[in-house]
C-alpha cells in the first residue's frame, strides 16, 4: 500500500523560515514531487527530488532521504503570498508512473 | 506553455444522471491522470492512463469510468451520479518519467 504522511496546519511570520515535512510510504519510488496550491486555483509544480539530498531552487528548497522515506520543503524569506496550500507527491515505480499526493499543508503567513 | 483544459468550470448534476467530465492537453503528454479534491482529504487519485486506451485504477475507482481515445483527451465518466460525488475534479498530464505533472483549472461539480 501507500501512504504520504504532512502536517494539516501550520503558521509562520512573515520574513521567517519554515520546513513542511513529508513522510512516505510506497510499493515503488521513482520521485517526489512538491506543488504549491492556493485557494481555488490549480496545483503548481515548485521542485522534484529523485536523489537523496538537497535540490534549491531561489527560496524553495527540497531535501530528500530516500533510506528514511523522507522529505521536506524549506521556505526561506516568507512573504505573505506564500500562504496556500503544500502538497508533497510522490510517483511510483510502475507503468506510467501513478502520482499519489499527501493531504497537503495549510500554511498561514502573518505579518 | 503547457496548456491542461477541462471543459467546465462549475457543473451541476441530478442524481442519477451519466456526467462526462472532459479534459485536454496540447503537449503530447504520455500520462494523464484524473483526482478528485475534498477538504481534510487532499487530492486522491481516480484513475490514470499511461498511453491511449491503457488505464489504470487509483484509490477511489468506485463509481467511475475512464475513457482515453486520443491521446490528447482522458475522459471521466460518472455511470450514475450520486451526492457523495459532490466534488472538486481535477485533470492532469505529464510526460513519462521523473516530469511534473500540470493541472487543469478543475471542475466544481455538485449532485443535487
Known amino acids: 500500500g501507500q501512504n504520504i504522511d504532512q502536517p494539516t496546519e501550520m503558521t509562520a511570520t512573515e520574513g521567517a523560515i519554515v520546513q513542511i515535512n513529508c513522510t512516505y510510504q510506497?510499493?515503488?519510488?521513482?520521485?517526489l514531487f512538491w506543488y504549491q496550491q492556493h485557494a481555488g486555483e490549480a496545483p503548481t509544480f515548485l521542485s522534484y527530488?529523485?536523489?537523496?539530498g538537497l535540490e534549491e531552487k531561489g527560496r524553495f528548497s527540497s531535501f530528500l532521504s530516500r533510506s528514511k522515506g523522507y522529505s521536506y520543503l524549506l521556505l526561506k524569506e516568507l512573504q505573505m503570498k506564500d500562504s496556500a496550500s503544500y502538497l508533497c507527491?510522490?510517483?511510483?515505480?510502475?507503468?506510467?508512473?501513478?502520482?499519489?499526493f499527501g493531504q497537503g499543508t495549510e500554511l498561514s503567513v502573518k505579518p | 506553455d503547457v496548456k491542461v483544459t477541462q471543459s467546465s468550470r462549475y457543473l451541476v448534476k441530478r442524481t442519477g444522471e451519466k456526467v462526462f467530465l472532459e479534459c485536454v492537453q496540447d503537449?503530447?503528454?504520455?500520462?494523464m491522470f484524473w483526482y478528485r479534491q475534498d477538504p481534510g482529504l487532499g487530492l486522491r487519485l481516480i484513475y490514470f492512463?499511461?498511453?491511449?486506451?491503457?488505464?489504470e485504477k487509483g484509490d477511489i475507482p468506485e463509481g467511475y469510468s475512464v475513457s482515453r481515445e486520443k491521446k490528447e483527451r482522458f475522459s471521466l465518466i460518472l455511470e450514475s451520479a450520486s451526492t457523495n460525488q459532490t466534488s472538486m475534479y481535477l485533470c492532469?498530464?505529464?510526460?513519462?518519467?521523473?516530469?511534473?505533472?500540470?493541472f487543469g483549472q478543475g471542475t466544481r461539480l455538485t449532485v443535487v
Open positions: 492512463s499511461y498511453d491511449v486506451k491503457m488505464k
Open positions: 503537449m503530447d503528454h504520455e500520462n
Open positions: 492532469a498530464s505529464s510526460l513519462g518519467g521523473s516530469t511534473e505533472a500540470f
Open positions: 510506497t510499493s515503488g519510488f521513482n520521485g
Open positions: 507527491a510522490v510517483r511510483e515505480e510502475n507503468q506510467g508512473g501513478k502520482l499519489i
Open positions: 527530488n529523485v536523489l537523496d
